[in-house]
Structures are given as structure tokens and as C-alpha cells.
């Protein structure tokens, strides 16, 4: 009877993993599950392969820190069609999203006020990776005018640079 007992259990865990799973296929990862997503305010990373969108809590109770926070999502599909473009191997394709795991998994443990705040860790799944700062304006390189992976430009960076560049001119006269 005990045998039959650890069997029937061991076959619901396989069970509730395989469904976990596939539900996590279909809806995305955890971040894509617990933020509404909002506007696109940038893109970000090696080759600005990240797409930062302002995003809000579905669940009011997440909302006490932050309540608009940035998701960093990457969709792996577009990341393959970019590589086999560029005739660049899947091995290739893989160091590169390792290198995404692994800087993501220092980021969540700097504790620093000049490094940004993680609000949830990068979390994963077949075809997206995504994870959740704090609120960001846009990424460094978008304000200097580099907008790769941003179909429609927000409002707040038009013009941005052309005015920084002025204002690094008036200052040295």
C-alpha cells in the first residue's frame, strides 16, 4: 500500500510539473503574468535585443514600491531570426543568451543606488525571457539617439539629444 501511495505521488508531481510548464509556455514568463504592459519606452543590452516597456502590477498588493515599474522583455524568436541573418551558429546564439542569464543573476544581487533596482528576477521560458526593475526613462543608449528594436519612438526621447548636444554647446561658450 505504501508503494502504491509513493507511486500515485511521485505521479502527481510529474503531473503538476508538466502542467506548470505548459502553462508557462503558453502564457510566458512569471513578469509577463504579473505586469499589464503599457508603452515600449526603449530597448536596451548587448545589440539592444531587451525591449523595456513601463508595465503595472496586476495584483494591486505588488504595487507598494513601485507602481510603475520597467519589464525587460526578450524575445527569443526574433533573436533567432536575427542570428540565422546574420549566418551566425545556434552555439553562437546560446553563449550570447548565457551571457544574458549570467549578467541578469549579478544585477539582482548589486545592491547599489547608482545600479538599477530588480523588483523580480529573470525568469524564462521557451520563447521570452523577461524580468522587472524599477521605473526607467529609457536606456543610455536611447538617449543618445541609438533607437534600434523601438518601432514607434516615445514622445520623451524626440528631440532629446539634439537639445543635450545644444545645451553641451551653450555650456562651452
Not at 16 to 28: F, H
Not at 92 to 117: N, Q, W
Not at 136 to 158: C, E, H
Request: net charge positive; glycine share 4%.
Amino acid at each position: 500500500m505504501k508503494t502504491l501511495t509513493q507511486a500515485l505521488a511521485k505521479t502527481a508531481a510529474v503531473i503538476e510539473k508538466r502542467v506548470q510548464t505548459t502553462v508557462q509556455e503558453v502564457t510566458g514568463p512569471k513578469a509577463l503574468q504579473d505586469y499589464e504592459l503599457l508603452d515600449q519606452i526603449g530597448s536596451a543590452g548587448p545589440g539592444l535585443v531587451w525591449r523595456l516597456y513601463s508595465a503595472r502590477a496586476r495584483d494591486p498588493a505588488r504595487q507598494h514600491q513601485y507602481p510603475v515599474v520597467c519589464v525587460w522583455v526578450l524575445d527569443k524568436r526574433s533573436l533567432s531570426e536575427a542570428r540565422m541573418r546574420a549566418g551566425l551558429t545556434k552555439a553562437a546564439e546560446d553563449s550570447f543568451l548565457d551571457l544574458i542569464r549570467t549578467d541578469a543573476a549579478k544585477l539582482v544581487r548589486l545592491r547599489h543606488p547608482g545600479v538599477v533596482h530588480v523588483v523580480q528576477a529573470l525568469d524564462e521560458s521557451k520563447n521570452a525571457m523577461a524580468m522587472v526593475t524599477e521605473p526607467l526613462f529609457a536606456s543610455a543608449a536611447n538617449t543618445l539617439a541609438i533607437v534600434d528594436n523601438i518601432p514607434v519612438l516615445p514622445k520623451d526621447l524626440r528631440g532629446m539629444v539634439p537639445s543635450f548636444f545644444q545645451f553641451l554647446l551653450i555650456r562651452s561658450k
